[in-house]
Nanobody
Framework: QVQLVESGGGLVQPGGSLRLSCAGSGFTFSRYVMSWYRQAPGKERELVANIGGAGTSTNYLDSVKGRFTISRDNAKNMMYLQMNSLKPEDTAVYSC?????????WGQGTQVTVSS
């Protein structure tokens, strides 16, 4: 069965850092575009970052550029999101997504809370 499992979320103070992880199984991980999305209470889900199958092509939401870094390790079927200089507006449930037309898989999400 296909699985995507996020981990690494938690409570952090403004200016702090977290690293999120997404573990994939049950599919050919290296062929899929991987993404991090987030959804805050009362708001629509938004794309945070994308990374291509080989890990050489990335793009970011403007508000996280220079603070967040997406990466992947295909040998371990893992994707990561390093989040630095966190702000209260980064508070959301963060979910990973795997995409290769016509397949699309989603994880359950992990909570990130940035607060004093």
């Amino acid at each position: 069965q296909v699985q995507l499992v996020e981990s690494g979320g938690g409570l952090v103070q403004p200016g702090g850092s977290l690293r999120l992880s997404c573990a994939g199984s049950g599919f050919t991980f290296s062929r899929y575009v991987m993404s991090w999305y987030r959804q805050a209470p009362g708001k629509e889900r938004e794309l945070v970052a994308n990374i291509g199958g080989a890990g050489t092509s990335t793009n970011y939401l403007d508000s996280v550029k220079g603070r967040f870094t997406i990466s992947r390790d295909n040998a371990k079927n893992m994707m990561y999101l390093q989040m630095n200089s966190l702000k209260p507006e980064d508070t959301a449930v963060y979910s990973c997504r795997a995409y290769l037309f016509p397949m699309e898989y989603w994880g359950q999400g992990t909570q990130v809370t940035v607060s004093s």
